[in-house]
């Protein structure tokens, strides 16, 4: 079983940062790749970054060059820095963890992140 706790969601106006956590907690031993889905109202969830256990990372299109994705394996948390924020990043942010990215087995119960326009 393995518990994921989001936090540092909010509201920030476009072009502001924000900085998301996700903390893991559990059986999460096994567990290579951590990172971040989002979803907008009436959109389907979409992959935004991963990063594995030895460092590597990727990252969707839309986000390349704005959010950086980093891990710390003593803490068992993963970061995710947001800059230059747009409108249409507004979405319920979920972290996940799982073997590989595209295939999570475990999802955190989601922070909101607005920007306003």
């Known amino acids: 079983q393995v518990q994921l706790v989001e936090s540092g969601g909010g509201l920030v106006q476009a072009g502001g940062s924000l900085r998301l956590s996700c903390a893991a907690s559990?059986?999460?031993?096994?567990?290579?790749?951590m990172g971040w889905y989002r979803q907008a109202p009436g959109k389907q969830r979409e992959y935004v970054t991963s990063?594995?256990?030895?460092?590597?990372?990727n990252y969707a299109d839309s986000v390349k060059g704005r959010f950086t994705i980093s891990r710390d394996n003593a803490k068992n948390t993963v970061y995710l820095q947001m800059t230059s924020l747009k409108p249409e990043d507004t979405a319920v942010y979920y972290c996940?963890?799982?073997?590989?990215?595209?295939?999570?087995?475990?999802w955190g119960q989601g922070t909101q992140v607005t920007v306003s326009s």
């Open positions: 996940f963890a799982g073997y590989i990215a595209t295939l999570p087995n475990s």
């Open positions: 559990g059986s999460i031993f096994g567990f290579n790749a």
């Open positions: 990063i594995t256990r030895g460092g590597g990372t």
